[in-house]
C-alpha cells in the first residue's frame, strides 16, 4: 500500500470494532502511524500468530510519527504470538518525535502484549524512543512473554531500544513480566521510563545488550526477582 496516516496494511476503529486478525502476512506497507496494523478509538480486537514484516513509518515532515508493526491509539486490543521483524520508524532528523519500531501504544486501557517476537526493528530520528515497543500512557497494560531481540534505537536524546515507557501516573499500571530482552542496542538504555510511576518489572531476562539494561529518568518502579 501506498502512505497512508494509519494502519498501511489493516486498520480497525471506532467504538463497537472488535475483529479478530489472524493468520495474515502484512508485508512492504507505508503509513505514518501503525504502517502494519492500527487499532484507533475505542476499537478492541485479538491480534494473533499475523507475520508483520519489512513496513515502514515515514513521518513524511510531520513532527511525529511511530508504530512500524502496530499502532494503538485509545483502544484496548490483545496482541498475541505474531512475528514482527525488520520494521522501521524514520523521522526527519532534526524535527521528528517517533516512536516504537515494533509497537507504539499510546492512551491504551487494558492492553495485554504476550507471546510475540520482535526482532531486527529500526527507529531513527530526532528524539523518541522504543526500538521494539513505546509505552505512552495507559493503564493496566502488561507486556509479558515476548522475545525482544536484536531492535536498534537511534533518536538523538530519546532511549529504550527494546522498551520506552512514558507518562504513567501513580494510578495507572503497567507491568513488564517474564520478558527475554537480548542484543538491543539504542543511545544509552534498553528500556527506559520516563515521568512514569506504578511500573513493576518481573522476572525478565535482560542480557547482553548495548550500554544499561534498565534507565529511569523522574520514575518510580518495583522490581521483583523469583
Not at 500500500?1 to 489493516?10: C, E, M, Q, V
Not at 536524546?157 to 503497567?174: E, P, V, W, Y
Amino acid at each position: 500500500h501506498g502512505a497512508y496516516p494509519y494502519g498501511g496494511g489493516i486498520v480497525a476503529t471506532g467504538t463497537g470494532t472488535d475483529p479478530t486478525i489472524h493468520g495474515n502476512q502484512v508485508l512492504s506497507n507505508t503509513a505514518v502511524f501503525g504502517c502494519g496494523i492500527a487499532v484507533t478509538d475505542g476499537a478492541e480486537g485479538h491480534i494473533y500468530q499475523n507475520t508483520i514484516r519489512a513496513n515502514e513509518v515515514y513521518s513524511g515532515g510531520l513532527f511525529s510519527a511511530g508504530g512500524g508493526g502496530i499502532y494503538v491509539n485509545a483502544a484496548s486490543p490483545y496482541i498475541q504470538s505474531n512475528l514482527i521483524v525488520s520494521n522501521s520508524v524514520e523521522g526527519d532528523q532534526t524535527t521528528s518525535v517517533i516512536y516504537g519500531g515494533w509497537i507504539y501504544l499510546d492512551h491504551v486501557v487494558d492492553v495485554w502484549v504476550y507471546d510475540n517476537t520482535l526482532l531486527d526493528n529500526n527507529l531513527f530520528g530526532n528524539t523518541g524512543g522504543g526500538g521494539g515497543i513505546a509505552v505512552m500512557e495507559g493503564n493496566h497494560v502488561t507486556i509479558q512473554r515476548n522475545v525482544i531481540r536484536e531492535n536498534h534505537s537511534e533518536t538523538g536524546n530519546g532511549d529504550g531500544s527494546a522498551i520506552q515507557i512514558r507518562s504513567f501516573t501513580s494510578d495507572q499500571m503497567l507491568k513488564v513480566q517474564e520478558n527475554l530482552i537480548t542484543l538491543n542496542a539504542g543511545e544509552s538504555a534498553s528500556i527506559y521510563g520516563l515521568w512514569s510511576e506504578n511500573i513493576s518489572f518481573w522476572n525478565n531476562l535482560i542480557v547482553k545488550n548495548y550500554g544499561h539494561g534498565i534507565l529511569l529518568s523522574g520514575s518510580t518502579v518495583d522490581l521483583f526477582a523469583k
